[in-house]
């Protein structure tokens, strides 16, 4: 004869089993992520130059104006919260050269575009979690004016924000704070001598840019 208690632990052990199935096939869902692509639209503001260039530029600064930015995020999904990104962000504004005691001048229009790989680290293990950034990569400064060509330079940026998943875990939303940074040349030269002869170098200044934006994270 059958003991009730060996019945009862069976069912209990039956019902524990067939409610862990549904879990784990969640957990299964959610951690088989791997990528996530971020379409995302902001604000830019910042980027300037100065041009006292010793005679060779009027004394002023060149100035980038503040405007409508919008780029993609790709994301590598690693262990601990923490994500590989490759970031294309492009700003497209106008430059004007501004000096001390007159109107600015405008120049044109004038485009900034940044091409960064970098890293991410999440913190916590809610749906909504801050998260801090850095990446590293090239600048693009594309001036739209006839005769002059596009410039490379390398950059690097720094930052934070947080990132909602909704309960599928597949699709979120993302909101960044992020600070560009650009050294360009100067214009500006120093010369040295010592034993071995003289030695000409150029100097470098910083268009640095801020950045705040949000976007949709699709992952998948």
Known sequence: MI??????????????????????????????????????????????????????????????????????????????????ELTYHRQDTDIEFRTRGAAPT??????????QVGGRQQFGNGALKPFASISLGIALLDPKQDGLETATRFSWSFGGGAQYMFATGRVGLRTDLKMWMTPVPSGEYQTWCDFYGCFVSEGT????????????????
């Open 106 to 115: 405008p120049l044109g229009g004038f485009a900034m575009n940044y091409l």
């Open 3 to 84: 003991r009730p208690s060996l019945v009862l632990l069976a069912g209990a052990g039956l019902a524990l089993g067939l409610a862990a199935t549904p879990i784990q096939a969640q957990i299964v869902e959610v951690s088989d992520k791997r990528f996530e692509i971020t379409p995302y639209a902001g604000y830019q503001w910042g980027g300037s130059l100065d041009t006292d260039l010793g005679g060779v530029a009027p004394d002023g600064s060149l100035n980038l104006k503040d405007s409508f930015a919008w780029g993609v995020i790709m994301s590598f999904l690693a262990y601990d919260n923490g994500a590989v």
């Open 205 to 220: 200044s910083w268009v640095n840019q801020g950045q705040v934006s949000g976007g949709l994270v699709f992952a998948f």
